[in-house]
């Protein structure tokens, strides 16, 4: 039986990590949930899977939720904040720990399992974008086992072949699959005018707001290359996105000689996570077979960096090095916030980037310090950006 750790269990991978648990009582079980703001769907999932701790963002939440787990007589242990995640995601009772919360907030707690040497489901990408060094050398000193859970990701790591860098080296490129977001084919001009609810209506996945945005600026596609990047060791110019409306072929890896491997199935996050979950076994995942002959064409295009400069900035912040991804994540988080509130239009959110961007300190991101420090820093410069509109 092995024991599970879902942070970030009241979203969008919380919700299909924990369909894919459930499928399986006999194989996982949960040890904790944590969510940062939704008590009571926090409290609904401690009455079905009852783990043994519950961590929620804040004091007042937590006490919300002891209360209402307690009138049911749930013994589930609450806690809030920063060290609680961390505990949890390090329990020698946890064997796996799915790091599923959005955003930079999820890199202490995502590190933390890696130190502890668990099995990490990373799911929270944007932990690798800003400190990919730290993280994969945390990986290897701990002996932590590290699987991709972004479908695309995923995809590479099941078309690579096994650790030995003498199969490594006949490794060509990777090939990242993005399905261009809901605007791949609206008339540019009009993309100042989306409103934040049209940015998140992706065409292929339901997902939380903060990715559907990046996915529709392609900024998701951005901070895939860099994780890519940390997770494969492929340099920039090793890595080639293409446009695939259908969201059937996940990724790619491209051979010296020739051979191109490639991961299909339905676009179904429990695909990835039942295999990271299992992994080197497969499992059901609930996901339906994929048919191809009711599929239809299956049609690829390379993408248009004038449509999409996030992912320019992107590459451009993967060239810079150091700590340019930790600016170019904290950057993006902040002015997708801002289009998510209606305080910024659409188009904005690659101009904010860019003017942080510009001006990104020098530097390596070699401790965690000078990274966290690079975070606030591009938050602060992308908040007087958005408070001064006029100069973005
Ligand atoms: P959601 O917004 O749906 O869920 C985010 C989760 O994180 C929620 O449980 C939320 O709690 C919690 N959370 C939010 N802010 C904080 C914080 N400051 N501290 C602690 N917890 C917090 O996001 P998704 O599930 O869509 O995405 C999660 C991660 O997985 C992201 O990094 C995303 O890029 C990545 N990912 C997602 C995919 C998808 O299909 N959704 C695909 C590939 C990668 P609460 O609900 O209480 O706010
Ligand atoms: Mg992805």
């Known amino acids: 039986m092995r024991r599970i750790t879902v942070l970030g269990a009241t979203g969008s991978i919380g919700d299909s990590t924990l369909d894919v648990i459930k499928r399986h009582p ?30 929620m963002g804040t004091a007042e939440a937590a006490a919300a939720l002891q209360a209402l787990l307690r009138a049911d007589g749930i013994k589930t242990e609450v806690g809030y904040g920063e060290a609680a995640l961390e505990a949890v995601a390090t329990d020698a009772a946890v064997d796996a720990v799915m790091a599923a919360i959005v955003g930079a907030a999820g890199l202490r707690p995502s590190l933390a399992a890696a130190r502890a040497g668990k099995r990490v489901l990373l799911a929270n990408k944007e932990a690798l974008v800003m400190s990919g060094r730290i993280f994969m050398d945390a990986v290897r000193e701990h002996g932590a086992t590290l699987l991709p859970i972004d479908s695309e990701h995923n995809a590479i790591f099941q078309c690579l072949p096994a650790d030995d860098p003498r199969y490594r080296a006949g490794v060509a490129k990777v090939v990242l699959t993005a399905s261009g977001g809901p605007f791949r084919t609206r008339d540019p ?191 602060r410069r992308a908040g007087e950006l958005l408070e001064n509109r006029s100069s973005c």
């Open 189 to 379: 001009d009009s993309l100042h005018d989306i409103t934040p609810d049209e940015a998140c209506a992706h065409p292929n996945w339901v997902m939380g707001r903060k990715i559907s945005v990046d996915s529709a600026t392609m900024m998701n596609k951005g901070l895939e290359v860099i994780e890519a990047h940390w997770l494969f060791g492929a340099p920039a110019e090793r890595i080639e996105v293409l446009i695939h409306p259908q969201s059937i072929v996940h990724s790619m890896v491209s051979y010296a000689d020739g051979s191109v491997l490639a991961q299909l199935g339905n676009p179904d996050m429990r695909t990835p996570i039942a295999y990271g979950m299992a992994y080197p076994e497969r499992i059901d995942a609930g996901v339906s077979p994929l048919n191809l002959a009711t599929a239809g064409a299956l049609s690829f295009e390379t993408p248009d960096l004038v449509r999409f400069p996030c992912l320019g900035l992107a590459f451009d912040a993967l060239r810079a090095g150091g700590l340019a991804p930790a600016v170019l994540n904290a950057a993006n988080e902040v002015a997708v916030e801002a289009f998510l509130q209606g305080r910024i239009r659409f188009t904005d959110i690659a101009r904010v980037v860019a003017g942080v961007l510009e001006r990104a300190p020098g530097g390596n991101a070699d401790t965690l310090e000078a990274v966290l420090s690079a975070d606030q820093d591009a938050r």
């Open 26 to 55: 006999e194989r996982y079980a949960v040890h904790a949930l944590t969510a940062h703001r939704q008590v009571d769907k926090l409290a609904a999932l401690c009455r079905e899977f009852r783990p043994a701790h519950a961590v």
